[in-house]
T-cell receptor, first 116, second 112 residues
Framework: SAVISQKPSRDICQRGTSLTIQCQVD?????MFWYRQQPGQSLTLIAT?????????ESGFVIDKFPISRPNLTFSTLTVSNMSPEDSSIYLC?????????????FGPGTRLTVT | GQQVMQIPQYQHVQEGEDFTTYCNSS?????IQWYKQRPGGHPVFLIQ?????EVKKQKRLTFQFGEAKKNSSLHITATQTTDVGTYFC????????????FGSGTRLLVRP
């Protein structure tokens, strides 16, 4: 498996500000992703974090709002910019790791963001 | 776009009763993964199914992947209060993106 840590675990932020979330994995992984889970909802993929290049964003998510970095194989950051109350969610880092002959995907503990 | 539907949305059972959640994809999947999320927690990987028609068991949990690789189910025999949580299926697309598309989840409540 993979041990994933996220910082911060939770935060309460004022609208208009930005928050950067960090994700650290204990081993090298094939791919890293960022998901959002709004209250009572399922998980929605925000983007794939690509090492050393721009992230690949899903429909409805843009780089200006959610800039992502991945400087190496075990670390990534997601910034939620110019926040509004609609950004209140749990943000989850996820990694894809080769286990034997197949890939398995694991999730970090999440960052619970409340925007006031 | 690709969708993964999951039913039921909620299931409230008496402890000891069985529980099943069903997952259906609009497209053929490469594989499917199941996760459990406890209240206040994050999704925890349960299992991955890869082969057409595959069946896997983990103690009281039985997972199936359909022959067409478009549907899947999770069955829990004799539920316990520790089974409480939301169960998500997530389908891996048959492209090079490695993206997982999550179902809407089934929230299981167990009455003691």
């Amino acid at each position: 498996s993979a041990v994933i840590s996220q910082k911060p675990s939770r935060d309460i932020c004022q609208r208009g500000t930005s928050l950067t979330i960090q994700c650290q994995v204990d081993s090298q992984v094939t791919m890293m992703f960022w998901y959002r889970q709004q209250p009572g909802q399922s998980l929605t993929l925000i983007a794939t974090a690509n090492q050393g290049s721009e992230a690949t964003y899903e429909s409805g998510f843009v780089i200006d709002k959610f800039p992502i970095s991945r400087p190496n194989l075990t670390f990534s950051t997601l910034t939620v910019s110019n926040m509004s109350p609609e950004d209140s969610s749990i943000y989850l880092c996820s990694v894809l790791k080769l286990q034997g002959i197949s890939y398995e995907q694991y999730f970090g503990p999440g960052t619970r963001l409340t925007v006031t | 776009g690709q969708q993964v539907m999951q039913i039921p949305q909620y299931q409230h059972v008496q402890e000891g009763e069985d529980f099943t959640t069903y997952c259906n994809s609009s497209t053929t999947l490469s594989n499917i993964q199941w996760y459990k999320q406890r209240p206040g927690g994050h999704p925890v990987f349960l299992i991955q199914l890869v082969k057409s028609g595959e069946v896997k068991k983990q103690k009281r949990l039985t997972f199936q992947f359909g022959e067409a690789k478009k549907n899947s189910s999770l069955h829990i025999t004799a539920t316990q209060t520790t089974d409480v949580g939301t169960y998500f299926c997530a389908g891996r697309l048959r492209d090079s993106s490695y993206k997982l598309i999550f179902g809407s989840g089934t929230r299981l409540l167990v009455r003691p």
